[in-house]
């Protein structure tokens, strides 16, 4: 459980009841701040930018779908903001509608996207007079059931956001996978979260040319000081034509570990750009002996490399 002080308001992806506040309000140091809802990721981190909010809080990946792909275009792209922590959560999909209704009723389904690809079998198999429509976020789309007054009209959305609007859980665990979970992160504008000692680092490299063996030059660099990647994913750049891509990477470990700030130096040094995203506490139990000892060979090394240049005559 990370234990903190943060002070002032965080942003999140609302409206009240989503799986992001869910999942906010899974961390008591930040259950206590002042919320505020925002529409969308971007108007989020916007927010965060223009420190109209201390913090903000957002989904960027999911056990079934993947990267959410907007939060992590927006980081990279269009904020220079730091992630601070993760936080993963248990998804529960459920149809909601206004009481009375019954699943062989609904004709429109509203959810956000993410949300209905998570669920596309059961809406194919089960909902298949249902029109699905896009919503801002999974909580509005409780909203959009529940002023419809019309049992034809349901939703994919939380459980909490069916209790918040006043609707019927129609059908729940919906989504086509078991074990479904998304992680959020907390991102700030400026400040680097004290090493754990189960962190994680997030990179972008843009490449100085593309060309045969690029990634796995970049991938050396990491697999040479065995230092594990959780995830990577290759983006376009959205400043060139096709082919013109960018690699996102997310390492165990700190940018306090030495080995992380080697590889960062090398990359920095050989790559064309380099952009931080930001060294934090990792959700869940994980060990790290392997980075902790490679950690301990290369301060050995480091050592006796420091040890040979001081006989050298000046």
Request: aromatic content about 6%.
């Amino acid at each position: 459980m990370i234990v903190t002080t943060l002070r002032g308001r965080i942003a999140f992806f609302g409206p009240a009841g989503t799986f992001t506040e869910q999942a906010l309000l899974s961390q008591p140091d930040l259950a206590v701040l002042e919320r505020v809802a925002y529409s969308t990721v971007p108007d989020v981190l916007d927010a965060v930018e223009r420190r109209e909010t201390e913090y903000g809080f957002v989904p960027i990946e999911n056990s079934i779908e993947g990267t959410v792909n907007f939060t992590q275009d927006a980081l990279v792209f269009d904020h220079d903001l730091l992630i601070q922590r993760e936080v993963v959560l248990d998804i529960e999909h459920c149809v909601v509608g206004r009481k009375g209704t019954t699943l062989d009723q609904v004709t429109v389904l509203h959810s956000i996207p993410v949300a209905t690809a998570q669920c596309h079998t059961f809406i194919r198999n089960t909902l298949k007079k249902a029109e699905v429509r896009a919503a801002n976020s999974t909580s509005d789309a409780a909203r959009l059931a529940a002023d419809s007054l019309d049992h034809h009209v349901a939703a994919l959305a939380p459980r909490s956001a069916a209790d918040h609007y006043g609707l019927s859980v129609l059908a729940e665990n919906v989504a086509d996978h078991s074990g479904n979970q998304t992680r959020f992160v907390l991102v700030g504008k400026d400040s680097i979260p004290a090493k754990t000692g189960h962190d994680k680092t997030g990179l972008v490299v843009f490449q100085r040319a593309d060309e045969p063996g690029s990634l796995i030059s970049i991938l050396q660099e990491f697999a040479a000081r065995r230092i594990n990647l959780s995830n990577l994913l290759s983006r376009p750049t959205k400043r060139g034509g096709l082919g013109d891509y960018c690699f996102i990477m997310y390492a165990d470990g700190h940018i306090e570990d030495e080995l992380v700030a080697d590889a960062m130096r090398e990359l920095h040094a050989k790559q064309g750009s380099v952009k931080f995203l930001g060294s934090y506490p990792a959700a869940g139990a994980h060990a790290h002996s392997a980075r902790e000892h490679a950690d301990v060979r290369w301060r050995e090394a480091d050592d006796w490399v420091g040890k040979l240049r001081s006989h050298i005559v000046r």
